[in-house]
């Protein structure tokens, strides 16, 4: 038993630990009269008294003179009616046919589970009810037995129960009455115990304070102890040092006799000084105005400087704007392993009009079309596409190559000039690769996006020698189903792309901002390797039938770009736009969709439309018409700002060396070449 268990949980465990009564029909042979009570219930009821002691802090023990005598079983007819026999022979004719009645009119009952004890393993489990009635009345009588009735005086044994009864529902309602007494007890004890273990807490924490506080004092202590120790050894040191200058003193004096003769040669040589200090202070008065002579020419060629400085970025813009606002390139991707060789002549590279030292600008696509024939019924030859642009990057051209073309692009964003380079091109043509690069970390292989990132980082290093200072703030969405993902989403905020909405800066503002993206400041290569591997995960891929690994959703890389120049009040900012679109085929008509091809329709219809209104928002803002349809697409909604008339732009067509591709080749060349076509206008830049 637990120790610490209230003696009043221990009586009420005790009280509610009582067996159930069982309900079964008396079997004494009364015709149409039954008692009330079965004989389990009259044993409980003529338990002996039980012992008990009340109050807080003492032990309550119930004890029990005699056991429990086993539960009525059921009856089988059979010994019903033999017992009714038994007792016909004694009482005649009467009582056997009043027992005969009785036994016929009672149900059976279940048979009840015999509990077995230790002392009652004696006891007989078929047991007359008579037999058993007297065995009751002999256990509450303390083992006396009874002045015995006759066998056939059933209404005095009868009379006899009833009084029994009678004492056992008084005692039972005695014991109620105590119960409800011990109860009352027992909330009373709850409560106080409740009261103490509030005030047990409320100890416990002041004793918690106290001893934090002893233990503070004791620390105090023991510091104070080490001062006192360590003032001691001072005390020794500094007498000792007394001592040590009373005998410096002495001999001090007998210096100071010596110095005031040296002292009498030193005055004779600063006069010296001071005659030779005079022509120094007349040499430092001339060098001060040649510094002042110097400070101001430094000042002019500062000047001088950071008109160059201007004059460049003027001359810069304008060989940018020379060479168009809106440019072109095509880049055809090599043949990569366990593809067929395409035939010779498919693609063509003519050389520039200085011979083939100057970098290509036209292609050559030929196509042939094997439902056209001639009269003969031969093949017809095949059809010659030609297209010129800024400029064409064969198969062989390196990463490093790509970007040389594109730097000082990149450096106008320093300028204040919006910039924006797009990836066009169908799925599996590079794209993803020219902007990111390839995979396993080569450094030969790094896309535009790291590498313009550490051009923009080594030219804002290099202006701060001139006054200049640069922050860059990063951003990485994705453009789904018309619906704006953060790529650079963490933790519990991965996957909640659907919340990012665009929308104004502030009242007034034209700059626009995604709501719940993250912008991280960046201003190392590593950080931004980071920012790019973390999108690489969340960015939504796909298996289609063009590449085993397509990424279905345009991605956005904007790189916010603030610089000031405190001394003269100078400030730009522009943001530079690094996007790879969404692969631009066509839809199949003839394609049966399955479950999984209908979410592949779905995703390419979206990446259709969002092209079509490019090319729209790049012609309307070539032709200046006055409403540019920048809302009907996240896409152009998100890059208004890049796209307008103060904005540089240059788009990178993709085209796959392939002769099972050429004609999403053909439609990506045409599509590039009515942009190269356009001219936005001149560019500003945002200054202040």
Avoid at 61 to 86: C, D, W
Wanted: glycine share 8%; charged share 25%; with cysteine.
């Amino acid at each position: 038993a637990d120790p610490l268990r209230s003696p009043l949980l221990e009586v009420k465990g005790n009280i509610e630990l009582k067996r159930p009564l069982i309900k079964a029909p008396s079997q004494l042979p009364l015709s149409g009269s039954r008692l009330k009570r079965r004989p389990d219930q009259m044993e409980d009821g003529l338990e002996p008294e039980k012992k008990r002691t009340r109050g807080l802090g003492a032990t309550t023990k119930i004890t029990t003179s005699h056991p429990r005598v086993p539960s009525l079983t059921t009856v089988p007819q059979t010994q019903g009616q033999t017992t009714a026999q038994k007792v016909s022979k004694k009482t005649g004719p009467r009582c056997s046919t009043a027992i005969a009645t009785g036994l016929k009119n009672q149900k059976p009952v279940p048979a009840v589970p015999v509990q077995k004890s230790g002392r009652a393993s004696g006891v007989d489990p078929i047991k007359t009810p008579l037999t058993f009635v007297l065995s009751v009345f002999i256990l509450a009588s303390g083992g006396k037995k009874p002045s015995k009735r006759p066998a056939w005086d059933l209404k005095g044994q009868l009379c006899d129960l009833n009084a029994e009864l009678k004492r056992c529902r008084e005692r039972t309602q005695t014991l109620d009455q105590e119960n409800q007494q011990l109860q009352d007890q027992l909330r009373d004890a709850q409560q106080q115990v409740k009261a103490l273990g509030t005030e047990r807490t409320t100890l416990e924490g002041h004793l918690a304070k106290v001893q934090a506080q002893a233990e503070q004092g004791q620390q105090e202590l023991k510091n104070l102890r080490a001062c006192v120790l360590e003032l001691e050894e001072r005390l020794s040191t500094q007498e000792g040092l007394v001592q040590e200058l009373q005998k410096k003193q002495v001999e001090l004096q007998e210096e100071r006799r010596g110095l005031t003769s040296q002292l009498e040669e030193k005055e004779r040589r600063l006069q010296t000084s001071e005659a030779a200090l005079s022509s120094s202070q007349a040499e430092v008065a001339s060098l001060r105005q040649e510094t002042v002579a110097q400070a101001a020419l430094l000042t002019e060629r500062e000047e001088r400087l950071h008109g160059l400085e201007m004059e460049r970025r003027r001359l810069h813009n304008q060989l940018q704007e020379l060479k168009g606002n809106i440019r072109v390139f095509c880049r055809v991707r090599p043949v990569l392993p366990g593809e067929p060789t395409p035939p010779p002549g498919l693609l063509l590279f003519p050389s520039g009009p200085g011979g083939p030292s100057d970098p290509p600008t036209r292609l050559s696509l030929s196509r042939s079309d094997e439902r056209r024939g001639t009269l003969s019924g031969a093949p017809a030859p095949p059809t010659r596409h030609d297209f010129s642009f800024d400029r064409v990057f064969p198969p062989g051209s390196g990463q490093d190559e790509v970007f040389e073309e594109i730097a000082m692009l990149v450096q106008s964003a320093l300028d204040g000039y919006p910039v924006c380079i797009f990836a066009y091109g169908q799925t599996g043509s590079g794209k993803t690769f020219t902007m990111e690069g390839g995979p396993g970390g080569d450094p030969q292989l790094e896309g535009l996006i790291p590498r313009a990132l550490r051009h923009l980082f080594s030219v804002a290093q290099e202006l701060s020698g001139q006054g200049w200072t640069y922050s860059f703030v990063a951003s990485y969405v994705e453009i789904y189903n018309e619906t704006v993902r953060d790529l650079l989403a963490t933790g519990t905020r991965k996957g909640q792309g659907g919340e990012c909405e665009i929308r104004r800066a502030g009242p007034g503002s034209e700059e626009l901002t995604v709501t719940n993206a993250r912008y991280v400041p960046v201003s190392c290569e590593k950080e931004v390797e980071a920012l790019l591997h973390l999108a690489r995960q969340n960015r939504a891929v796909a298996r289609t039938a063009q590449n085993e690994r397509s990424s279905r959703s345009h991605s956005v890389f904007q790189l916010q770009i603030s610089g000031e120049h405190s001394s003269r009040g100078l400030q730009c900012g522009a943001p530079l736009s690094l996007v790879d679109l969404a692969g631009s085929e066509r839809l199949d008509p003839g394609l049966a969709l399955g479950p999984g091809e209908r979410e592949r329709l779905r995703e390419t219809q979206a990446i259709n439309s969002s092209l079509s209104t490019l090319g729209l928002v790049i012609m309307a803002l070539s032709n200046k018409e006055s409403h540019v349809p920048y809302r009907n697409s996240k896409l152009t909604y998100l890059l208004q700002n890049s796209l307008g008339g103060s904005a540089k732009m240059l788009m990178f067509v993709n085209i796959s060396p392939l002769e099972e591709n050429v004609s999403e080749s053909l439609n990506s060349l045409r599509f590039a070449s009515k942009v190269n076509q356009c001219v936005i206008g001149t560019a500003q830049a945002n200054r202040k």
